[in-house]
C-alpha cells in the first residue's frame, strides 16, 4: 500500500517538474525580450528541477543517495538566479554602452 | 592592527571555504578511500586558492549565531514560498491566450550593507514573482518587472524585512 501512495507521489511530482520545464520553454519561445525570456527559464528551471528531485529523494528514500541530491538541488537553486542575473546584467550594460565612434574613442 | 585583522578573518573564511568543499566532496563520492580524500582535498584547495580574492571577510558577512540561523531559516521559507508564488503566476501569464505583461525597469532603495547578504538578496528578488535583479551596488538595486505592481510589492515586502533582520541579527 505505502509503495504505490510512494510511487504516485514520485509520478506526481515528476510530472510537475516537467510542467513547468515545458512552461519555461513555451515562455522562452513567447516572451518579447530578453529579459523577459530571463524570467520564464530561471523561475520554472528552478522550480521544475525543484520537484524533479524532490520526487527522486521521495523514491530514494532516507539514504547517502538522497542526501546527494538535496545538495545538488541546493546548489542548483543558488547558482540558477545567478546565472540569470549575469545574463541580464551583461544585456543591461550593453545597451546601455553604446559603441563609440572611431573618434570619440581617440579622445 | 585593522589589516591584520582582516587578514585573520579571510584566513578563517578560506578555512570555512575549504572545509565546506571537502564535505560536499565527500558526500557527493560515494565512498571514503584515501586517494578520494587526498584527490578532494587538492581539489578544494586549488578552488580555494583561485577564489581567494573574492572571498568575504568578516565585515562583508552577518556573523554566525543562533538569533542569526533562525532569522535564515525564515528567509528560506520565504523564498521558497515566492518561488511557488511567482511559477504559478508565470503558468498564468504564459500559457494564457494574450500576454499580459508591461516589462519595464525600475530601481529599489538597497536595504542591507554588507555584501554577502546583498548577493543574496539579489538572488531571492530574481526568484520572486515577476522580478529579476539587473545590477546591485550599495545604495540601489535594478529590477526588471514584468509589471509595474511587482516591484512596487517587493519594496518593504516580506522578503526585504527578512532579510533586515538576519542583517542584524549579530548586533
Given amino acids: ?6 510511487d504516485i507521489c514520485v509520478v506526481v511530482f515528476l510530472l510537475g517538474g516537467a510542467f513547468f520545464y515545458f512552461v519555461g520553454v513555451v515562455g522562452l519561445i513567447r516572451m518579447p525580450d530578453v529579459f523577459s525570456r530571463i524570467h520564464a527559464t530561471s523561475k520554472c528551471d528552478t522550480m521544475g528541477a525543484g520537484l524533479i528531485f524532490i520526487g527522486m529523494i521521495i523514491w530514494q528514500g532516507f539514504t547517502m543517495v538522497s542526501l546527494n541530491i538535496l545538495i545538488v538541488l541546493i546548489f542548483v537553486w543558488l547558482t540558477n538566479p545567478t ?6 546584467k551583461s544585456e543591461y550594460m550593453r545597451r546601455q554602452d553604446k559603441p563609440k565612434s572611431l573618434d570619440e574613442a581617440g579622445d | 592592527m585593522r589589516v591584520n585583522k582582516k587578514k585573520h578573518t579571510k584566513a578563517f573564511s578560506a578555512l570555512l571555504l575549504f572545509l565546506s568543499l571537502v564535505v560536499f566532496w565527500l558526500i557527493l563520492s560515494s565512498h571514503v578511500a584515501w586517494e578520494v580524500v587526498i584527490v578532494g582535498m587538492a581539489a578544494s584547495c586549488i578552488v580555494v586558492l583561485y ?6 571577510d568578516e565585515t562583508e558577512r552577518t556573523r554566525l549565531s543562533f538569533k542569526g540561523a533562525w532569522a535564515f531559516c525564515v528567509i528560506c521559507y520565504r523564498v521558497v514560498i515566492q518561488i511557488v508564488k511567482a511559477n504559478f ?8 491566450k494574450r500576454l499580459t505583461i508591461d516589462p519595464k525597469f525600475g530601481e529599489i532603495p538597497q536595504p542591507l550593507t554588507k555584501a554577502l547578504n546583498q548577493s543574496l538578496y539579489a538572488n531571492a528578488i530574481t526568484l520572486t514573482p515577476g522580478t529579476l535583479s539587473i545590477d546591485v551596488d550599495q545604495d540601489r538595486i535594478i529590477v526588471h518587472a514584468l509589471k509595474p505592481e511587482y516591484l512596487e510589492e517587493l519594496k518593504d515586502g516580506p522578503l526585504e524585512q527578512a532579510f533586515v533582520a538576519y542583517e542584524r541579527s549579530d548586533k
Fill in chain 1, 1 to 6: 500500500m505505502w509503495t504505490i501512495i510512494r
Fill in chain 2, 89 to 96: 503566476q508565470l503558468v498564468k501569464i504564459i500559457l494564457g
Fill in chain 1, 83 to 88: 546565472a540569470a542575473h549575469y545574463i541580464a
Fill in chain 2, 51 to 56: 577564489n581567494l580574492n573574492l572571498l568575504f
